[in-house]
T-cell receptor, first 111, second 114 residues
Framework: KNQVEQSPQSLIILEGKNCTLQ??????????LRWYKQDTGRGPVSLTIMTFSENTKSNGRYTATLDADTKQSSLHITASQLSDSASYICVVSRTGNQFYFGTGTSLTVIP | SAVISQKPSRDICQRGTSLTIQCQVDSQVTMMFWYRQQPGQSLTLIAT?????????ESGFVIDKFPISRPNLTFSTLTVSNMSPEDSSIYLC???????????FGPGTRLTVT
């Protein structure tokens, strides 16, 4: 069964600290993996996209990693800011334009 | 990238009524998607709408409840019919970009059914 699981479900960190979010998937055949940031009341916005051959991709303070062998991905946020408070969603695509969504990690950054 | 707008941004509706949500894209796209995001949940695909053909619905969603129109390559509507409180969700319109793995989302329509 094609599934995407994210952990932790929620996370609270102090401003300026780093954090890492996890995504495990069983989607096959794998096409690509994306991380989205969804602010409260808004639509998801893409942070990174990785294909099978990519291990790491950065977007400012966001760095995503992908291990296609173990079917795991992580999103690392460096020097967190209050504006990083949001839900982070991992989405894995199957060949043929099928998208599978994780349940998201709710991140709260406190001053 | 694609810029997507949705109307209304939010609404409060009474049980038994219907609401039509509009989605406008700033460029021509072949495929448009409608998602539902229930409180505290991730996104669930309702249907895929291609211009000039009937929408394709995912398991658990039917045309009578969620009729979709796709009159041209930049516009689509989703109607939530005969609403009940269980329909209270955020409804999101989405399109894929020129690169097949790009996916863009609208800001969402927050629906509350009382």
């Amino acid at each position: 069964k094609n599934q995407v699981e994210q952990s932790p479900q929620s996370l609270i960190i102090l401003e300026g600290k780093n954090c890492t979010l996890q995504c495990n998937y069983t989607v096959s055949p794998f096409s690509n993996l994306r991380w989205y940031k969804q602010d409260t009341g808004r639509g998801p916005v893409s942070l990174t996209i990785m294909t099978f051959s990519e291990n790491t991709k950065s977007n400012g303070r966001y760095t995503a990693t992908l291990d296609a062998d173990t079917k795991q991905s992580s999103l690392h946020i460096t020097a967190s800011q209050l504006s990083d408070s949001a839900s982070y969603i991992c989405v894995v695509s199957r060949t043929g334009n099928q998208f599978y969504f994780g349940t998201g990690t709710s991140l709260t950054v406190i001053p | 990238s694609a810029v997507i707008s949705q109307k209304p941004s939010r609404d409060i509706c009474q049980r038994g009524t219907s609401l039509t949500i509009q989605c406008q894209v700033d460029s021509q796209v072949t495929m448009m998607f409608w998602y539902r995001q229930q409180p505290g949940q991730s996104l669930t695909l309702i249907a895929t709408a291609n211009q000039g053909s009937e929408a394709t619905y995912e398991s658990g969603f039917v045309i009578d409840k969620f009729p979709i129109s796709r009159p041209n390559l930049t516009f689509s509507t989703l109607t939530v019919s005969n609403m009940s409180p269980e329909d209270s969700s955020i409804y999101l319109c989405s399109v894929t970009g020129q690169a097949y793995h790009e996916q863009y989302f609208g800001p969402g329509t927050r629906l509350t059914v009382t």
